[in-house]
């Protein structure tokens, strides 16, 4: 693995490398990445420690772990505070990274041992199993395992001689006409009502109870979206309600599934801008107005 940190508490993420089963190929300070990724013979494991980096060196290095990462290098384990969120994220988003967002020491040495993992030896390198894959492969094996189990459980039931179901693959919304527009209040009566739960039930299990970033980033963008305002990766992550490695990695996956969009800040390069895809905000359009002919006085 090979180490890019400049600050002397950089010690503990060099244990963290050893505890996680890494072996440490060289450390580098900031200065000195884009350099040293660009004379690099292997493609080693980056862990990058960005704590106390100033932002005009972080802007600086950025660009080389990105071209690094496009390149095939990588895995990535990247450790960030919050107020680097929205640069880093603009060179890194939908890499090969996982970005850490003031991460605990446990959570550095689980993420360290993840991109340690062995890759599947492939010619020429070229077979990279993504983490959509990863995850279709997961739930194609829940589904098996649920439909096993279903047939052991009811094996013993008469099954009716005809069966009525609606067997489309999904729900397939309305379209939205023009002489119905959203308005963005509606969207955000629904985003308020979401928080005010957690008020009401945090005696109960935290605020974690009704966690969903996915659906609360999807409204976020989608009332901006009205609005005509834009929203950052910094902001996105604050309307998701989650940690914000946890909503990074939301983000990063969202975009993968082009629910989102990133497009970069015309007026500080240092800063993208999340969006809807054409496809989201037009299932989110039809969904609200779904939501209107179920509750027409917005009771």
Same mark, same amino acid.
């Given at each position: 693995?090979?180490l890019?940190?400049? !600050?002397?508490?950089? &010690?503990? $993420?060099?244990?963290?490398?050893g ?5 440490l190929?060289q ?17 080693p494991v980056?862990? @990058? ?6 932002? %005009? ?12 990462l496009?390149?095939?290098?990588g895995?990535? @384990? ?8 929205? $640069?880093? &994220?603009? !060179? ?9 967002? #003031?991460?605990s020491?446990?959570?550095r040495?689980?993420?360290?041992? +993840?991109?340690?993992i /062995?890759?599947? /030896?492939?010619?020429h ?16 094996? @829940? ?5 096993a ?6 094996h ?8 009525? %179901?609606d ?6 919304? #309305? ?6 527009p959203?308005? /963005?209040?509606? @969207?955000?009566?629904?985003? !308020?009502l ?7 039930f945090?005696?109960?299990s935290? #605020? ?10 999807l409204?976020?963008?989608? +009332?901006?979206e ?12 604050? &309307? +998701?309600?989650?940690?914000? $490695?946890?909503?990074l990695?939301?983000? &990063? ?9 990133? !497009? ?7 800063r ?13 359009? %039809?969904?609200?107005? +779904?939501?209107?002919k ?6």
């Open positions: 693995m090979l890019i940190a400049d !600050h002397a508490g950089a &010690a503990d $993420t060099e244990l963290a490398i505890v996680a089963g890494g072996r190929l450390r580098v300070i900031w200065t000195e990445a884009a350099a040293t990724l660009d004379r690099l013979a292997s493609w980056i862990v @990058v420690d960005a704590s106390g980096v100033s932002a %005009a060196v972080l802007d600086g290095a950025m660009p080389a772990i990105a071209t690094y496009e390149r095939g290098g895995p990535a @384990v990247v450790m960030l505070s919050r107020d680097q969120i929205d $640069t880093v &994220a603009l !060179h890194l988003l939908g890499l090969n990274a996982n970005l850490l967002c #003031e991460a020491y446990e959570q040495i689980a993420a360290i041992f +993840a991109a340690s /062995p890759r599947r /030896p492939a010619l390198d070229s077979w990279r199993e993504s983490d959509g894959e990863r995850l279709q492969r997961l739930t194609d094996e @829940v589904a098996r395992i649920a439909q189990l279903a047939k052991l459980i009811h013993d039931e008469p099954r009716p001689a005809r069966q009525i %179901a067997r489309r693959r999904s729900y397939d919304g #309305e379209p939205v006409s023009s002489d119905q959203i308005e /963005p209040q509606e @969207v955000r009566r629904i985003i !308020h979401r928080r005010i739960r957690g008020k009401f945090r005696q109960f935290g #605020e974690g109870l009704f966690e969903d970033p996915a659906w609360d980033m409204l976020d963008l989608f +009332a901006a009205l609005e005509g305002a834009q929203v950052s990766v910094s902001s996105l992550c604050i &309307a +998701a309600g989650v940690a914000p $490695t946890t909503a990695r939301w983000i &990063a996956k969202m975009t993968e599934m082009e629910l989102f969009i990133r !497009h970069p800040d015309p007026v500080d390069r240092r993208a801008f999340m969006a809807l895809s054409s496809q989201a905000s037009e299932a989110m359009s %039809a969904y609200m107005i +779904a939501v209107r179920l509750d027409p006085g917005g009771g």
